[in-house]
């Protein structure tokens, strides 16, 4: 019996050894895009999850201004219906929280200040501050709005500067009508990868409707 005895060629060889060595690289490329990708959607999740913390803290403290179950503000320090003083960055505002007709106990008289050097939003309360971010929030604004009375919703009050599209009223002189407050940010990703493109930081909003400062 005659056995075929016929092997591969040395260029066939190349050639296989070429092929796999190809669907390799292509293997390897397609593991290192994924990687990448899922890294960076990482680290912005991180990122969103960090300036939701801080955007519902807020948000949580300045909704609650205004709350005086004694139907009679406290005052000390002076204050419109619970607002201290309101600008596009910082607010202050006052509540009486345990409902015993001051506002000179715990957390009952909060400033939140965004400072455009450092890039951080400050909580300030009984006589301490604390830094909320990591230096990382690129932008960020507060909206005052009056409360809507018609089909169409009202325009934002004015600021000395920097004013909202379509402001109307000037704010200062308007601090017992505001009642809802906008906040917006935009915080940077602590974390990017430079082989994947996009997105590189995060913008997040809230409007916080002032339950306890009726007009």
Do not use: W
Request: one cysteine or more; charged letters at 15%; a neutral charge.
């Amino acid at each position: 019996m005659i056995l075929n005895r016929k092997g591969f060629t040395v260029i066939e060889l190349l050639v296989a050894m070429a092929m796999s060595l190809a669907i390799l690289g292509a293997a390897r490329a397609m593991y290192r895009i994924q990687a990448h990708t899922i890294k960076s959607q990482e680290n912005q999740m991180e990122a969103e999850e960090y300036a939701r913390v801080s955007l519902d803290m807020m948000a949580r403290e300045i909704r609650n201004l205004g709350y005086f179950p004694k139907q009679t503000a406290c005052t000390s320090p002076a204050n419109t219906k619970g607002i201290v003083s309101a600008s596009a960055t910082s607010i202050n505002f006052v509540y009486d929280a345990n409902g015993d007709g001051d506002c000179a106990d715990a957390s009952e008289n909060v400033t939140y200040t965004y400072d455009p050097t450092t890039l951080n939003i400050s909580r300030t309360a009984d006589g301490s501050t604390q830094t909320l971010t990591n230096g990382n929030v690129e932008a960020f604004q507060l909206i005052y709005y009056p409360r809507q009375t018609g089909g169409t919703a009202p325009a934002p009050y004015c600021f000395a500067t920097g004013n909202p599209t379509g402001c109307s009223g000037t704010l200062s002189s308007s601090l017992s009508t505001v009642q809802r407050v906008y906040v917006s940010l935009t915080v940077k990703l602590q974390r990017t990868d430079t082989n994947v493109g996009g997105q590189h930081s995060v913008a997040m909003n809230s409007s916080v409707n002032l339950r306890n400062h009726i007009n």
